[in-house]
């Protein structure tokens, strides 16, 4: 029996259903010649279409082999995924009265459904979407038998989608799996910075994002995996040198190894720290080119970075790693941008009246007018340059991010009202959002900015 050949004819990306079936029909058969279809073969990688790159293979993995474990030949020892809880809708709101009221309840849940399992009254949990989300972890805690109690330790700040902060709740017992997290930000005041890229397996372009809160794993495509500046360790867990605290309950490791920080100092000379190296990584991975050339292997693989050639590049990359992570961790406080209109005038300094500032959802005029974002009835962004939307994280710019996440949202199933005008009010600036868009808008023209002066580099 002979072979199989396989012939492919690339149609372009996000292409519906009937726009595929009608290039076919226009083309009047796959075998019409017209279709000029490529024959084709998998690579060493099994890769039939959207190859890799070898040269990306070569280059220094982000994650360790084994956690937490100094002697790895990789750029970081530790390596967390983002907070996963199966239950958004009660564990996140941006208002932490709202939050904690809502933990209270799907506490006393279920443990009322824990005693009535305990005393024989049931053989399973009544479910109440009102009231919580059963999922395997929770069943699993009625069969140990476990009660939960509220752990006011465990309200955080998290950021739950790019641009995104909310109130969390983090405690074990509500959210489905924590990973490594926990190790990164132990307690509420750790302190801790995440350079965060997509997973494995996505469609959609390669981006990164840095944080310095716990961040959610879906904050990125196919699950957030977070690369830390530190890790911390438990003190009983090894005994105490003489430059550590006695009175810390946790010890601060560095997170960018020895392997690489060695490798850099050979490269680089000795003034090399491991920070320049941590904002490296951040540079390299807003390279157009390095996206571009990997842009198969980042979506099939974690990155992998090479210590470039030249050592001016080096510390170009470092230089601007800061600068964009500058920007990004303290997007909140950047200055408003150049030429951006309010209502079709100059910012005004004079803050708005509180009750024309409430946001129900943002809007563009027409869906290919991005010049202006209606903000609500009383007011209109105008006059924002084409440039700002460039700066695209998972998939969408950061500008459009604020606009579809700080609207006020009604959860289906549990009934639960996430207002985002809340957070303004429990932070005493009822301005902040209109000031947190406006803060956006310049970062993304700055992040454009810092990326078009990144080292242009051979990456074949």
């Known amino acids: 029996m002979n072979k199989a050949e396989i012939f492919y004819k690339d149609i372009g990306d996000y292409l519906s259903r009937e726009d595929k079936l009608r290039i076919v029909k226009e083309d009047r058969s796959i075998l019409n ?6 024959k084709i073969k998998p690579n060493e990688h099994n890769d039939w279409i959207n190859k890799r ?11 360790p082999e084994q956690k937490f474990v100094n002697k790895s030949n990789s750029f970081f020892i530790a390596q967390s995924l983002g907070t996963a809880s199966n239950r958004d809708a009660w564990v996140y709101n941006f208002s932490e009265k709202e939050l904690r009221k809502n933990i209270k309840k799907t506490i006393a849940h279920y443990n009322e459904q824990l005693a009535l399992y305990l005393s024989g009254k049931i053989n399973e949990p009544m479910y109440d979407s009102t009231k919580g989300n059963w999922t395997r972890d929770w069943l699993n805690q009625i069969k140990r038998k476990v009660k939960f109690s509220e752990n006011k330790n465990e309200y955080r700040i998290a950021l739950h989608r790019p641009y995104t902060k909310q109130n969390t709740y983090f405690d074990d017992d509500l959210n489905q799996e924590r990973y490594q997290l926990p190790r ?25 994002i840095i944080t310095n809160c716990i961040q959610d794993l879906n904050s990125l495509e196919a699950g957030a995996q977070c690369f830390p500046l530190y890790w911390y360790e438990k003190k009983e867990e090894k005994q105490n040198n003489l430059f550590e605290n006695p009175d810390d309950e946790y010890i601060r490791r560095d997170a960018i190894s020895d392997f690489i920080l060695d490798q850099a100092k050979t490269r680089y000379g000795g003034r090399v720290t491991k920070e320049d190296i941590f904002y490296y990584v951040y540079g390299i991975l807003h390279s157009p080119e390095y996206r571009k050339t990997f842009a198969n292997d980042l979506k099939k693989m974690l990155p992998r970075l ?9 510390w170009a990359f470092s230089e601007a790693g800061k600068k964009l992570a500058d920007l990004h961790l303290n997007y909140e406080d950047q200055p408003k941008p150049k030429d951006v209109l309010l209502n079709g005038k100059p910012i005004p300094n004079k803050p708005f009246p509180e009750d024309q500032l409430i946001v129900n959802q943002m809007k563009f005029p027409a869906k290919d007018k991005k010049d202006t974002i209606i903000y609500n009835p009383y007011i209109s962004i105008s006059n924002i340059p084409p440039k700002a939307y460039e700066y695209i994280v998972n998939g969408k710019s950061a500008i459009e991010w604020v606009m579809e996440r700080y609207a006020v949202t009604i959860h289906k199933e549990s009934g639960i009202k996430n207002d985002p005008n809340d957070w303004a009010v429990e932070h005493e600036n009822p301005q902040y959002i209109l000031d947190l868009l406006l803060a956006v808008i310049a970062v993304s023209i700055k992040t454009v900015d810092i990326v078009d002066g990144l080292p242009k580099v ?3």
Do not use: R, Y
Request: overall charge negative; proline content about 7%.
């Open 184 to 208: 990164l930000f132990p307690l509420n005041d750790s302190e801790n910075i995440l350079i965060c890229v997509h997973g494995l397996g996505g469609k959609k372009d390669f981006s990164t």
């Open 458 to 460: 051979e990456w074949e």
């Open 306 to 314: 090479p210590l470039v050639e030249k050592p001016a590049d080096f």
């Open 33 to 38: 010649s017209d279709l000029k279809m490529t």
């Open 53 to 63: 790159n070898s040269k990306f293979d070569e280059f220094i993995p982000l994650e």
